[in-house]
């Protein structure tokens, strides 16, 4: 039931654009992208909904494919500030709960 | 007020000991959850409450209870834990009930069983 993410983990430069996937086996209500830095909590990013739209804030966006019931986390022009792990959350038709993927560890270098 | 808060920040406990760890919000939120996160694992669900009923239980011990006494809190109650039980709880509340809305994180309990 826990979404697959990849890649594991990626290393930039500041600049650079990164593309962040997850994957379930269900059919999927909604896919959350959530950010986690050391020690901290993690923030929620964005919802994407079942025959919602594209979303996206500044230069983090998100798709979701009902059809494949994949999602990709796009970061354009990276920046030192995205630095942390990444996680989508999957929610189930029918389940009210958010299944975390194991994360994606995004390190930005200057 | 957009934060949840929780406490203590940091417990140790023995194997025989019985603590709480305590959870708040002001947002008006009606959905409550308890995460536990392992290092370098993701948060995984352990209870949901939805207007202060408990809905799910993801087959938690039960060494691990929760309460929810009014809408603004939640409390773990902890028991005779083991020490593969140290990890992170996180707590998190969310606006509606019945769908998994976009979730607000306290900055966690970092628990050690000794």
């Known amino acids: 039931q826990q979404p697959v993410q990849s890649p594991q983990a990626v290393i930039l430069r500041e600049g650079e654009d990164a593309v962040i996937n997850c994957s379930s086996s269900?059919?999927?209500?909604?896919v959350h992208w959530y950010r986690q830095k050391h020690g901290e909590a993690p923030v929620f990013l964005m919802i994407?909904?079942?025959?919602?739209e594209q979303k996206g804030h500044d230069k983090i966006s998100a798709s979701f494919n009902e059809k494949k019931q994949q999602s990709s986390l796009y970061l354009t022009a990276s920046q030192l500030s995205y630095s942390g792990t990444y996680f989508c959350?999957?929610?189930?038709?029918?389940?009210?709960?958010?299944?975390f993927g194991q994360g994606t560890r995004l390190t930005i270098n200057p | 007020d957009t934060e949840v808060t929780q406490t203590p920040k940091h417990l140790v406990m023995g194997m025989t000991n019985k603590k709480s760890l305590k959870c708040e919000q002001h947002?008006?939120?009606?959905?409550m959850y308890w995460y536990k996160q392992k290092a370098k694992k993701p948060p995984e669900l352990m209870f949901v409450?939805?207007?202060?009923?408990?809905?799910i239980n993801e087959s938690v011990p039960s060494r691990f209870s929760p309460e929810c006494p009014n809408s603004s809190l939640l409390n773990l109650h902890l028991h005779a834990l083991q020490p593969e039980d140290s990890a992170l709880y996180l707590c998190a509340s969310s606006q509606s009930p019945g769908r998994a809305g976009e979730l607000f994180f306290g900055e966690g309990s970092r628990l050690t069983v000794l």
């Open positions: 269900k059919a999927l209500y909604s």
């Open positions: 994407l909904l079942k025959g919602g």
């Open positions: 947002m008006g939120h009606r959905a």
């Open positions: 959350g999957t929610e189930i038709s029918g389940a009210q709960k958010l299944v």
């Open positions: 409450y939805s207007y202060e009923k408990l809905s």
